[in-house]
């Protein structure tokens, strides 16, 4: 009788890794993998972008002020970074922090939409079927030339309509 629930139990397990092995040799499961791979890779590239291009450019505009300092304190307190509010253990309100936050969503958010762009061009539209260079006699039901006057198989004086 335990050999019995053995063999069921070894028929379902195999059962179950075959199930799960055809589930990730899908092509689905490898291509969002492969885009969760490229994703995060893309979202470095951004971040990057953020922090070390823009982010000093409008520094530089707002005549020096980082966007990590602006913040507020909560205790009343006043300080000037907010790694001195932190060290302090004060509660604050980050919204240089957050606003870095809106640029970098809002920079990936428009590099996906120029490379959906960019895939929606490539994909090329099908191009409608030809017209059809036969027509059926309305009399016999044979295949003739659409341009025909007569149809060749029955004779019958075909409308030119």
């Given at each position: 009788m335990d050999n019995d629930k053995l063999k069921k139990a070894n028929e379902s397990t195999?059962?179950?890794?075959n199930e799960f092995r055809q589930f990730i040799?899908?092509?689905?499961?490898?291509?969002?993998?492969?885009?969760?791979?490229?994703?995060g890779a893309f979202g470095t590239i951004?971040?990057?972008?953020?922090?070390?291009?823009?982010?000093?450019?409008?520094?530089?505009?707002?005549?020096g002020v980082h966007f990590e300092n602006w913040f507020i304190s909560l205790d009343g307190s006043h300080y000037a970074t907010l790694a001195e509010a932190q060290e302090a253990g004060a509660s604050t309100l980050n919204l240089g922090a957050f606003l870095d936050t809106i640029?970098?969503?809002?920079?990936?958010?428009f590099f996906i939409f120029l490379i959906?762009?960019?895939?929606?061009?490539?994909?090329?539209?099908p191009k409608p079927a030809p017209a059809p260079a036969t027509k059926v006699c309305p009399f016999c039901r044979s295949e003739i030339a659409k341009e025909a006057t007569r149809c060749p198989h029955c004779t019958s004086v075909l409308d030119k309509a």
């Open positions: 195999k059962g179950f890794f040799v899908r092509g689905n499961v490898v291509d969002m993998a492969v885009g969760v791979i490229i994703g951004v971040k990057s972008l953020v922090d070390d291009i823009i982010m000093p450019v409008i520094t530089l505009l707002t005549g640029i970098y969503f809002l920079i990936v958010a959906v762009r960019m895939l929606n061009k490539l994909h090329k539209k």
